[in-house]
Every structure is written in structure tokens, then in C-alpha cells.
Nanobody
Framework: DVQLVESGGGSVQAGGSLSLSCAAS???????????MGWFRQVPGKEREGVAV???????KYADDVKGRFTISRDNAKNTLSLQMDNLRSDDTAMYFC????????????????WGKGTQVTVS
């Protein structure tokens, strides 16, 4: 089984920063550096939304409302995914999840088939 474990969430004041990490562990039927990885978030009562994705070749895409504030990165040697979040706003408050895609390049949520349990980010 593959496990994706997020960490780094917490509470911060508006304008502050947080850095999220996601570690992949377990036995793989896939190679970490060949798949697209992504960060998603969800607020209770609302649909999950994509925040940022990073393809196997390092290409990235961000949701419009986090562009210029969030930075996604990956360390293929360590099988980790990161999300640097700066200038946080109250509407960034959500549970944040990392996920891995079936493909090296993905822009559709349905491509993401394995998910972590999430880490809570609260901005006040």
C-alpha cells in the first residue's frame, strides 16, 4: 500500500505563511518521479477544489486565487511534495490534501486516485 501523509498545517494570522509537506511511503506499483502530484483543499459543506499541481517534468499549475502566493514543489529523491503558502487569507482556511495522479501530466481531479488524510489550515 502507498501512504500519503500530510504535515505542516496549523493556525496562522492573515498575511502569514505556512509550509505543507506530503511524504509518500509504502510499497509502490509506480515510481514517484513519473507521476503528477497535487494539493487540493476542502471546506466543510463545499466541494473539494484543486490548489496546485506539479507534473513529473516539473511543470506547475495553480488555481487563480493562489497564484503569486503559493508555491508547489517536489523532491523526487525524498518522495516528498511541498506547498509554500505566503500572504495567507481567511478564505484559505480549509483541510488540505495531497494526492497522486495516475499520469505524469494531469489537470483533472479524476486523474488523482490516491489521497492523504489531510492537514488543517486555519487563517484568522
Amino acid at each position: 500500500d502507498v501512504q500519503l501523509v500530510e504535515s505542516g498545517g496549523g493556525s496562522v494570522q492573515a498575511g502569514g505563511s505556512l509550509s505543507l509537506s506530503c511524504a509518500a511511503s509504502g510499497s509502490y506499483g509506480w515510481t514517484y518521479n513519473t507521476v503528477c502530484m497535487g494539493w487540493f483543499r476542502q471546506v466543510p459543506g463545499k466541494e473539494r477544489e484543486g490548489v496546485a499541481v506539479i507534473d513529473s517534468d516539473g511543470s506547475t499549475k495553480y488555481a487563480d486565487d493562489v497564484k503569486g502566493r503559493f508555491t508547489i514543489s517536489r523532491d523526487n529523491a525524498k518522495n516528498t511534495l511541498s506547498l509554500q503558502m505566503d500572504n495567507l487569507r481567511s478564505d484559505d482556511t480549509a483541510m488540505y490534501f495531497c494526492a497522486r495522479s495516475l499520469f505524469g501530466h494531469s489537470r483533472l481531479e479524476r486523474d488523482f486516485r490516491e489521497w492523504g488524510k489531510g492537514t488543517q489550515v486555519t487563517v484568522s
